[in-house]
């Protein structure tokens, strides 16, 4: 069966340091990538995508997240932490039928 | 980006009684939405496919005579959570994919609280 796994339901930084978010994803064939955000009692927001092509993909709020096929990963990564970023983060896959294959979830906490 | 549009975005309701939520796309039709259901500090779990003109595609383990799924536009779908107990209560989303595009777009999500 196909699946998304998120390394680490919370990841603790401090404000300024790289932020280092892991996702990996099950499935011989590779799927379209997601990266959504949510902040408390909201929906979510779609901070970046993968689908073809370049596999360095540049989001919102300075977020990047790199494919690679070799590793099955999809990891979220920001240079530097803002305090705006705590957030709850979910990776998805999906794939021809619309739906989303959803990973557990990483709360990022970012301290002071 | 497309907009969807989700109402209420939060409910408290007596125990016995039913609710409806509704899924609204703005600016595109939406042959297909999904309903989704979200515990504290969980992820999504699918509830539905909704489709329009067509009766709803439930995940297993989910009562269809409990949560009625209408979907009887291409710009609304709504979820009814009929006789709802207090285990009912949860954040609900709604999903609508742009036909053709690659993404599904999501809803505000609905906090229920039944009492």
């Known amino acids: 069966a196909q699946s998304v796994t998120q390394l680490g339901s919370h990841v603790s930084v401090s404000e300024g340091a790289l932020v280092l978010l892991r996702c990996n994803y099950s499935s011989s064939v590779p799927p379209y990538l997601f990266w959504y955000v949510q902040y408390p009692n909201q929906g979510l927001q779609l901070l970046l995508k993968?689908?073809?092509?370049a596999t360095l993909v540049k989001g919102i709020n300075g977020f990047e997240a790199e494919f690679k096929k070799s590793e099955t990963s999809f990891h979220l990564t920001k240079p530097s932490a803002h305090m705006s970023d705590a957030a709850e983060y979910f990776c998805a896959a999906r794939h021809s039928n619309y739906q989303l294959i959803w990973g557990a979830g990483t709360k990022l906490i970012i301290k002071p | 980006g497309a907009v969807v549009s989700q109402h209420p975005s939060r409910v408290i309701c007596k125990s016995g009684t039913s609710v409806k939520i509704e899924c609204r796309s703005l600016?595109?039709?939406?042959?297909?939405m999904f309903w989704y259901r979200q515990f504290p500090k969980q992820s999504l779990m699918l509830m539905a496919t909704s489709n329009e003109g067509s009766k709803a595609t439930y995940e297993q383990g989910v009562e269809k005579d409990k949560f009625l799924i209408n979907h009887a536009s291409l710009t609304l779908s709504t979820l009814t959570v009929t006789s709802a107990h207090p285990e009912d209560s949860s954040f609900y989303i709604c999903?609508?994919?742009?036909?053709?595009?690659?993404?599904?777009?999501f809803g505000q999500g609905t906090r229920l609280t039944v009492v």
């Open positions: 993968y689908t073809t092509g």
């Open positions: 999903s609508a994919p742009k036909t053709g595009g690659t993404e599904a777009f």
């Open positions: 600016d595109f039709q939406a042959t297909t």
